[in-house]
């Protein structure tokens, strides 16, 4: 798409298109979480709001938010405060934009868009830390300073596990990883992929990796002085990042759009390569105590970063080997 | 080019979503600003000093690392480029490991100093 002058009517149609599935796969993975961890639970979940197993919920939760009181405490730094959760939101959706969905589907076909999606998506950590300092709160700031340690840490296994991979299709486009993509690469690039899934979780503070909000300890961390509207958008960006994840999961280790069936299903295989492993982030949510602060770093520095770089040498060698 | 006019529209959009949801909000939510609302939260009690205080020095150390491993990914991007140029051939390798290498004795030699506990 990228040389080819883009009339007003398509630019605004595109970003329409993103907007919308960035409201509407956040909130079915939000509904899917509901229920998942309900079962998982020995519980129902929501079972009321819209009358068929609570399908309804998060709008009812939504319109719950809205209607809620606007509170900025007197002593946070007001300007920051206030924007904050659009700095943790807006992100993902800028990162989503560049996800090639189906050939030829891809909302922005920027060049080099793995790593455009790792910036992006690395900006919204920001919206954490912003919020942690601008709460002006005790619970806030350590929970802020969490969250940026984390980031760190947790960054860098992330990008040496897409780097591994742009390696190996010798692209930076997610669109030339997909067609580089062959089955060999689920044994080869597997280490990645579960550097990959493990440091998305957490890049998106969710437990097994929920130190920054740890409600048992800084009541919620950074988003302790929210309520309404505001901390209602911190969540959206939560379930956004899942999405988000997801699919990159699917694009980048799983082949995206490819399968065996005609090629008009190609959208349909990447949200059926994506479920599962917005599935699998949901369940270790409810399988694994969380990890202390101090064994969350030791498992970035001393566990995923080594894999990562072994990783990173294996597909190398490969390559240039082959 | 034109592939960033669209991102820059869907940042716009997403400023707009933002924009637009809490003017909604405004309309919808109720005023009530008692002053006791406003206090910074402290598990109920009053809260004491200031919520902006001096932190310890091991969020720097981290942060160090990181950037030293970060500007050392930001040039393995390029490599994917070149990685598989019959030209260039094992000669890329070596380079690459030898530069990798340095930085993970250093990785070695901070975690072996007690800089990567975080107590």
């Not at chain 1, 840490?153 to 669109?175: D, F, K």
């Not at chain 1, 890049?203 to 920054?212: K, S, Y």
């Not at chain 2, 160090?64 to 491993?69: A, G, Q, S, T």
């Amino acid at each position: 798409m990228t040389g080819l002058d883009l009339t007003v009517v398509e630019i605004v149609l595109r970003s329409a298109a993103v907007l919308a599935a960035f409201l509407v796969l956040p909130l079915l993975v939000g509904q899917m979480e509901h229920k998942v961890m309900g079962h998982m639970q020995g519980r129902l979940g929501p079972m009321y709001a819209g009358g068929f197993h609570g399908w309804a919920q998060l709008v009812a939760d939504g319109v719950k938010f809205i209607q809620k009181e606007d509170l900025t405490p007197a002593a946070a730094d007001r300007r920051l405060f206030r924007i904050a959760p659009a700095l943790a939101l807006v992100p993902y959706l800028v990162a989503m934009a560049v996800v090639p969905v189906h050939p030829g589907w891809v909302a922005a076909d920027v060049p080099a868009s793995a790593l455009f999606v790792l910036v992006a998506s690395g900006v919204s950590i920001l919206g954490m830390l912003v919020a942690g300092w601008a709460s002006a709160n005790k619970y806030s700031l350590i929970g802020g300073m969490r969250s940026a340690a984390q980031l760190l840490a947790y960054e860098l296994p992330l990008v040496l596990a897409v780097a591994s991979v742009c390696l190996a299709a010798g692209t930076l486009s997610l669109t030339g990883i997909i067609d580089a993509w062959s089955p060999v690469w689920l044994l080869w690039q597997l280490p990645a992929a579960l550097v990959f899934l493990v440091a998305a979780v957490a890049e998106l503070n969710r437990p097994p990796f929920d130190m920054p909000i740890a409600d048992a300890e800084i009541v919620m961390g950074p988003f302790t002085e929210y309520g309404g509207l505001r901390f209602a958008f911190f969540l959206l960006a939560e379930y956004a990042g899942i999405v988000l994840f997801s699919v990159l999961f699917a694009v980048l280790f799983l082949g995206g759009w490819r399968g065996p069936a005609p090629a008009w299903t190609g959208w349909l295989w990447t949200l059926l390569k994506a479920l599962p492993v917005a599935f699998l982030i949901i369940w270790m949510r409810v399988a694994w105590p969380r990890l202390r602060e101090d064994q969350l770093q030791r498992l970035a520095w001393l566990g995923l970063v080594p894999v990562a770089l072994g990783q990173l040498a294996l597909t190398a060698v490969v390559v240039v080997a082959l | 080019m034109s592939a960033y006019v669209i991102v820059g529209s869907v940042t716009l959009a997403g400023i707009l979503l933002f924009v637009l949801a809490m003017a909604a909000r405004s309309l919808v939510a109720p005023r009530v600003g008692r002053p006791v609302t406003l206090t910074t939260y402290e598990s109920g009690v009053d809260p004491i000093g200031q919520g902006w205080a001096q932190t310890n020095v091991r969020y720097f150390v981290y942060a160090f690392l990181y950037v030293i491993f970060a500007v050392d990914a930001v040039y393995l991007f390029p490599w994917a480029y070149v990685i598989g140029d019959p030209e260039l051939g094992p000669v890329s390798l070596v380079e690459i490991a030898v530069f990798i290498g340095i930085i993970l004795i250093g990785l070695l030699h901070a975690a072996r100093r007690g800089l990567l506990r975080w107590v």
